[in-house]
């Protein structure tokens, strides 16, 4: 199947330990983000990539540090997490250029900190 | 600051109803209105989408109205099916190429049987 695909999809962990998220795209595309949605459902980017290539970093703190090996993977490591960092983490892809195009989304990873 | 705002929060529709759903945005420089229709535990997928060019955009059941001087827009939903239950978010980016889109807070919209 052609998608956007995340590991895992669901991570429970305790405050202070350093996860990562992985986000795999076979869909050819150039670009990769990473979107946190909060329990109110608020959706916000983190970051893009373009062919490896950090585009977009948001305000986000720096223990959120994204990587991308390639243009088809963009993994998200989270140090020292924190309480409020529990949520779903969306990774989504697009093709470059213009016309806008449409982003597919990954089925989420929900992140929970005890 | 919240570049787009949507309103309602929650909306109840009868099947067979019309659901609408509104939003509002502030940097002019957006020149990219996508809708996007979220089911609990999955990702957001592209429901419809708008360029400021165009005042209306219709596919099937679903209809973009954008008004460029209000700096509004709006999806309306006819004959609306208990299968749309689900939350509806607006968008909005700019520029060409990398376009990370900022999003509406979310509509749920549950319909009715």
């Known amino acids: 199947d052609t998608a956007v695909s995340q590991t895992p999809k669901y991570l429970v962990t305790q405050m202070g330990n350093d996860k990562s998220i992985k986000c795999e795209q076979n869909l050819g595309h150039d670009t990769m983000y990473w979107y946190k949605q909060d329990s109110k459902k608020f959706l916000k980017i983190m970051f893009s990539y373009n062919n490896k290539e950090l585009i977009i970093n948001e305000t986000v703190p720096n223990r959120f540090s994204p990587k991308s090996p390639d243009k088809a993977h963009l993994n998200l490591h989270i140090n020292s997490l924190e309480l409020g960092d529990s949520a779903v983490y969306f990774c989504?892809?697009?093709?470059?250029?213009?016309?806008?195009?449409?982003?597919?989304f990954g089925p989420g990873t929900r992140l929970t900190v005890l | 600051q919240q570049q787009v705002k949507q309103s309602p929060q929650s909306l109840i529709v009868q099947k067979g109803g019309i659901s609408i759903i509104n939003c509002a945005y502030e940097n002019t420089a957006f020149d990219y209105f996508p809708w996007y229709q979220q089911f609990p535990g999955k990702g957001p997928a592209l429901l419809i989408a708008?360029?400021?060019?165009?005042s209306e955009k219709k596919e099937g059941r679903f209809t973009i109205s954008f008004n460029k001087s209000a700096k509004q827009f709006s999806l309306h939903i006819m004959d609306s099916q208990p299968g749309d239950s689900a939350t509806y978010f607006c968008?909005?980016?700019?520029?060409?190429?990398?376009?990370?889109?900022?999003f509406g807070s979310g509509t749920r919209l549950q319909v009715q049987p």
């Open positions: 968008a909005a980016s700019r520029g060409t190429g990398r376009r990370a889109l900022t």
């Open positions: 989504a892809s697009s093709p470059e250029g213009s016309p806008p195009h449409e982003q597919f």
């Open positions: 708008i360029r400021p060019d165009v």
